[in-house]
């Protein structure tokens, strides 16, 4: 077309929606695009021919045509927000916006086919027109199909069937929707919908006859009861009857129900039932009706706001028929929308907020003055306005509550990303875990393997998914850290020789005011809580007098004056000697002492022991500093024993070949000498290790190190 064309067909087709100024202002803007160059003469055509049928089909009103007319504009950035709010109006950009939004869902890699992309689709608009303009738009491209490559005829027709056809029946829009439907079939399977077409031509004549057969006399008998009406017989959609072969597994030959007669009533409102009611007993009362089959939604409508009456009844030659009876009032709405067949077509799913949107919109239109579509026009969709949907980074879809954080989308795609979650990378930028999500988002997650989940989180989220994820989580973290703690409480007691019981541990956990045993186990593996301190609230807690030294002894050999007494006494020096009678001692493992070691002994009041330390224990200090008056002055025996004790040494030096062979075979000969135990270590061309010998008394010990120093390549030999 030419300019003068499209203004001809514009006039021809649109004249009667938009006011003189609107067509002006519209006339100025498209047209000035296209001598521009901007727009293409094609991209008008189609845009002026999807208005005509939004107009001509849908009865869509001047906001809408006028949202169709510039949306080109509005998506290339030839007009803007600003100057469509100044020139045109807001609803005009609300849908527009809707529109765009949704064309760019199509520019990103996500699989059409799935239930999350139609309830992002429809969650991006916000006015009911906006679905009903990309219906429109769907079925002007299905219209034009054979423009398209073969692979892309086959990809639209596939993205149609399973989302805009549902769409629209659910909207009530009948007619798109089964044109949609068949017109998917005819590309998606070609030879099926042949077949399927050329049958139908090929018995239309005897169908036809069929019907008119059958309504010829029930025409007559409604007419003596005084009704207007109309009478028309609908032949089935050729996917219609596709599904039913293909469910029912019967050929074309044995669908009986290829058709089905429609009674429209005209009546006044508050007589449709009765008068719909009265030719149900006409139908009945000449045909034998399957009662089975009565659909009574006169009595109780569909929550869709659906009103027929349906009965199956046996006509001429013994064929069963469906009649549908109902008043012109319903008959348009429920072929023009707004009161969908979703359920009774069977498709259920996500359908009771629509249902009840689609309820309200009903009764909004019965009762609005004027132009339906001005009505709509303050009527918002917010079936999914309590839903956000992002994208992954791979464009699958993922559905989440409003409202929710980068932290519920890592939970969402799996638990273990979630509690790795340190931020979040959206649209290309990084945020942090608490960013909250807007619909049509691109995240992916960032993750740690250091990172755990907090409590805090819990605040964060807004997802009962991700809350239930970071409580277990929680609970599994503070049993393992709960866990440790013992361990490590337990592992220190053993090398302080301190027995306790749980009941010990119960009583300090409380005197330090925690109400959980976990909680005071969680805060040592942390560092929250010293063992020190726990170790000193057990000693302190028993009696600090030395009047309790006497009581340490065995029960069996119990007397009212100890060996011990005799010795504090005479010399207040306690003898290490084997033989040492009623008093129990045992050489402490924080130092090790062997014979000749100068001494002392520390009063273990817990567990009624002494044990003995070398004076330059690492523990020694702070023994004397804090619990003087259990320390006991010791010495070995003069005789000395027969025993031997073992000694660490820590030995440094070069990491030579045959080093480590040297010192051992040196061991292995050394008269009385014995290894308990040997660990080496090597890196940047030194070793150091650890051996644990068997010896008798410190002067033997000595003499010991001094050979092992004289061996070739060693650095360092020190007790530990």
Known sequence: MNRLEYYRYWIENLGNVFSRSEKQQLKNDIFSALNKGILQPQAVEDTLNMAVLAQKELSLGATAINAILLCDLYKNNILDEKYIKKYYNKFIFDILDGLVKSHRL???????????????????????????????????????????????????????????????????????????????????????????????????????????????????????????????????????????????????????????????????????????????????????????????????????????????????????????????????????????????????????????????????????????????????????????????????????????????????????????????????????????????????????????????????????RAKAKIRQALTEIEHKEAEAGKEILQRRFKNWKITYTDGDIGKISKRLGYKQINDFYQDITNEKLDVHAIRDLMTESEKKDNADIAAIRTVENYSHETDWQKISAEQDVLEIDQNLKNIEYTLSKCCNPIFGDDIFGFVSLMNKRIKIHRKNCPNAPNMIERFGYRIVSARWADKGTSSYYPVTLHIVGRDDIGIVTNITSFIGKEQGLNIRSISVDSHDGLFEGNLTIMVSQIAHLEQVIRKIKGIKGVQQVYRM
């Open 106 to 464: 199509y520019e990103k890699n996500v699989s059409v086919e799935s239930e999350n992309f139609r309830k992002f689709l429809i969650s991006l608009a916000s006015d009911a027109r906006v679905i009903m303009i990309m219906l429109v738009e769907r079925l002007y491209t299905m219209r034009h199909l054979d423009k398209f490559e073969q692979e892309k005829q086959q990809k639209i027709a596939r993205e149609v069937a399973f989302l805009y056809a549902p769409l629209a029946h659910r909207m009530g829009l009948y007619a798109i929707k089964t044109e949609m439907e068949d017109l998917s079939l005819k590309y998606t399977s070609p030879e099926i919908y042949k077949d399927i077409a050329k049958k139908l031509k090929d018995t239309k004549k005897e169908r036809e006859k069929y019907i008119n057969e059958f309504i010829a006399p029930v025409k007559t008998r409604l007419a003596e009861q005084g009704l207007k009406f109309e009478i028309k017989g609908r032949t089935k959609s050729i996917y219609s009857i596709y599904n039913k072969i293909r469910k029912q597994g019967v050929p074309f030959e044995k669908v009986y129900d290829l058709f089905a007669i429609r009674i429209i009533i005209e009546t006044p409102s508050d007589r449709e039932k009765a008068d719909c009611w009265n030719a149900y007993s006409v139908v009945t009362d000449m045909y034998q009706p399957n009662t089975n089959r009565l659909r009574d939604w006169l009595s109780v409508p569909k929550l869709n706001g659906y009103e027929s009456l349906h009965i199956t009844v046996m006509g001429p030659q013994g064929k069963w028929v469906e009649v549908q009876i109902r008043t012109g009032r319903m008959d348009e709405i429920a072929e023009k929308g707004f009161a969908a067949h979703w359920k009774y077509k069977g498709v259920k799913s996500d359908s009771e907020k629509m249902d009840e949107w689609l309820a309200n919109l009903r009764s909004v239109l019965e009762h609005a003055e004027g132009n339906n579509m001005d009505v709509i026009s303050e009527f918002k969709m917010q079936l999914y306005d309590d839903d956000v949907f992002v994208f992954t980074p791979k464009g699958e879809l993922k559905r989440l509550e409003k409202g929710a954080t980068v932290l519920d989308f890592a939970y969402r795609i799996h638990s273990n990303i979630g509690n790795r979650c340190v931020s979040g990378i959206v649209n290309n930028k990084q945020v942090n875990i608490k960013h909250v999500l807007q619909n049509g988002d691109q995240v992916s997650i960032q993750t740690s393997v250091n990172q755990k989940p907090k409590k805090d989180w819990l605040k964060i989220v807004s997802t009962a």
